[in-house]
């Protein structure tokens, strides 16, 4: 049992092909594990008999014959934030404890387009908003390398998920870092793809942009096959990103060129000190990507500090925009009663206003890194912090002033739509997980994750385990 737990997707779907094992198997195996590691917080929602029921289905398909998919039957994870037809989804709120929606949206649909069956709804905290993930009610979802401390947020069950090796992979979105600060945690890769890239139907409650789905996954050549899965456009997305000429596990595998890559480390949303072993990460991946044959250049921080407002602003206001049931206001947390009334308070144009002005300091960004290929920086400016390091239910503007000095680089990128990926190329003499980040022009997937893959090729990371792990 051990042994398929420690298969990557890739690795479980070959098993599959191979007639190695079954389906059956494989979601077995995930239940088993989600069930011992409960207290680690990963889900919030079991649905074993669902899972089961459709691992049968995919096992008597291939036993027909039938051409399936290459993640057909292999079990995953859903977070809690993406509606499910018939399947508990709470979004991270004890307000929704009880809603079971009767549609499910477009990533859904795709993993299960795919064959991929989930195993569960993955923790979130209330409508992924912070970036730690700590329910209310519920263990709070750790990192297995070290179980008091955070996964990160908000994809942060996924994370955990994935790290404790129940599923090979897991869907994640990804506002301003929820990806990404999970997998740096997490000891993971967690790609950020594209604004666009994937579609939000049908709510399309992001007018701004910022958020898109993503997954969290072990490798790098996985991340490129979650991508695949979950990308493209549907009919009345108001933007998409152009599709690109091969699939991204195939972009993943060829040799990205010499390649100039822009450097920095100076905070961008906060002033902060950044921990030592995550500069000793980034000075390891400037060596390497310069190893690799790579110009590696450094540059002035390229995000204006008047983004920070503006950013602020537009996320206040997306905060406001959950509903929240009659009746069950008095169950919502203190940190997104705080964003609420932030974002209630901001006018119609003065909303207009903020997401013009956002949309300018992005554009200086874009021109001012066209000259590079890629982007470096760390991706947190800390290790993974002991849970409730950050949360602050008494002062939820320390709580959010505490979020940004966490995680003061990765909201750049969903401001200007880049993609963005987080390698877990170091540990701290202790063994705690630490990433680096690197991020592309708009539409750039396959040159990222083609850097990425040559990068984890020549410092890999998939055999490291947590040593909790059994």
Not at 19 to 47: H, I
Not at 314 to 330: F, I
Not at 432 to 444: K, S
Request: glycine share 10%; hydrophobic share 45%; charged share 20%.
């Amino acid at each position: 049992m051990a042994d398929l737990a420690d298969l990557d997707l890739h690795g479980q779907a070959a098993a599959l092909a191979a007639g190695e094992v079954s389906s059956v198997e494989l979601v077995t195996t995930a239940l088993e594990r989600a069930e011992r590691y409960a207290a680690w917080g990963a889900f919030v929602t079991m649905t074993p008999e669902l899972a089961l029921t459709e691992a049968r289905a995919a096992d008597q398909a291939r036993a027909r014959g039938e051409q399936v998919g290459p993640w057909h039957g292999v079990p995953t994870a859903i977070k809690d934030l993406n509606v499910t037809a018939g399947v508990r989804t709470t979004f991270g709120s004890a307000a929704y404890a009880d809603f079971v929606p009767d549609v499910s949206d477009e990533v859904v649909l795709r993993l299960q387009r795919a064959g991929l069956v989930s195993i569960g709804k993955t923790s979130t905290p209330e409508f992924g908003s912070p970036c730690y993930t700590e329910p209310e009610g519920l263990p709070a979802a750790v990192t297995p390398w070290d179980p008091t401390r955070m996964a990160g947020g908000s994809s942060g069950g996924a994370g955990t998920a994935v790290a404790a090796r129940i599923v090979a992979a897991a869907q994640g979105s990804d506002g301003g870092g929820s990806i990404r600060t999970p997998a740096s945690c997490c000891g993971l890769v967690g790609l950020k793809p594209s604004r666009g890239r994937i579609s939000g139907s049908p709510a399309y409650g992001d007018p701004i942009g910022l958020g898109t789905p993503g997954a969290l996954t072990r490798t790098v050549a996985d991340a490129a096959a979650m991508l695949d899965v979950l990308a493209g456009p549907a009919i009345g997305d108001p933007f998409w990103a152009a599709p690109p000429a091969e699939p991204f596990v195939d972009l993943a595998r060829r040799e990205p060129g010499r390649l100039r890559v822009a450097r920095f480390s100076t905070p961008l949303i906060a002033e902060t000190e950044v921990h030592p072993e995550c500069l000793a990460a980034y000075d390891e991946a400037s060596a390497l990507l310069a190893d690799l044959g790579h110009e590696v250049v450094d540059v002035p921080p390229p995000l204006p500090t008047e983004a920070v407002a503006d950013f602020e602003t537009c996320w206040a206001v997306l905060t406001a925009l959950s509903p929240v049931p009659p009746g069950r206001e008095d169950d919502i947390r203190p940190l997104t009663r705080w964003l609420s009334e932030r974002g209630r308070a901001v006018s119609g144009p003065e909303f207009g206003l903020a997401i013009g002005a956002l949309r300018r300091h992005a554009a200086v960004t874009l021109r001012l890194l066209a000259p590079f290929d890629l982007v470096l920086t760390p991706t947190l400016a800390d290790v993974p912090l002991p849970v409730g390091a950050l949360r602050d239910d008494a002062d939820p503007a320390a709580d959010f002033a505490a979020q940004k000095r966490f995680t003061p680089w990765t909201s750049a990128w969903n401001v200007t739509g880049m993609p963005a990926i987080s390698l877990p190329l170091h540990e701290t003499p202790d063994g705690l997980p630490v990433g680096v980040m690197l991020a592309a022009r708009p539409g750039e997937e396959g040159v990222l994750l083609a850097a990425a893959a040559q990068v984890e090729a020549a410092a890999p990371w998939v055999d490291r385990k947590p040593p909790a792990l059994t």
